[in-house]
């Protein structure tokens, strides 16, 4: 389990938390649960998500068991920055959906002192680093992978894998849409898909 940091904050400058996995694994839920300890401590809390993710809710990020805190839906990560550098604790939700330059906004929060929180997806569907992700797991203080429990095995699932159709690199969706896989579900499935290409 994470516990915040306790050194001395009086010397410490801030720091960034990165919470990753596939789908169905917790990340939102984990999100949620650091953010309510910072808000329950007494400080200043802003949360942030991409405007594209509308699944649930405008204004709040909201976990697949519906869990929610109210959030700020953003265009641009420049907005984050401009919105949340005077709060003590920042979270980014669904961090894969924003550009690049994500990674440097969430550096320069932390550089002035900022908590940032970030969870999002570490791969796509074709089992690809996804977006920012490995930019942001690589200059983190700390990096949390949290995994869902593949339903065809009963392993660890570390894969979200497309059930639909559609290979557009960004497809926002459920169950409907995305199972999260083990390992040996993903590469059979991934050769099954190979083949019938060929």
């Excluded at 894969?96 to 440097?104: C, G, P, T, W």
């Excluded at 089992?127 to 992700?133: A, L, S, Y």
């Amino acid at each position: 389990m994470f516990l915040e940091n306790t050194i001395n904050h009086a010397k410490q400058s801030g720091w960034m938390e990165v919470i990753c996995g596939s789908m169905f694994s917790g990340k939102t839920e984990e999100l949620i649960r650091r953010l309510r300890r910072a808000e329950m401590a007494g400080q200043s809390v802003e949360i942030f998500k991409p405007k594209l993710d509308n699944r649930y809710s405008e204004d709040e990020v909201v976990s697949h068991n519906q869990n929610s805190i109210r959030s700020t839906a953003v265009c641009s990560p420049s907005e984050i920055l401009l919105l949340g550098s005077s709060c003590d604790v920042v979270g980014i939700d669904e961090a894969q959906f924003f550009d690049q330059s994500i990674v440097e906004i969430a550096n320069q929060l932390a550089n002035t002192g900022t908590r940032v929180v970030i969870a999002g997806l570490d791969m796509d569907f074709m089992g690809r680093p996804f977006g920012p992700m490995p930019f942001l797991m690589a200059t983190a203080e700390y990096v949390t992978k949290v995994h869902a429990i593949c339903k065809r095995t009963g392993n660890l699932a570390n894969y979200s894998m497309r059930i639909s159709d559609n290979k557009d690199l960004v497809q926002l969706g459920e169950t409907d849409s995305y199972e999260a896989v083990s390992r040996k579900v993903f590469v059979e499935a991934m050769n099954s898909k190979n083949i019938e290409n060929q």
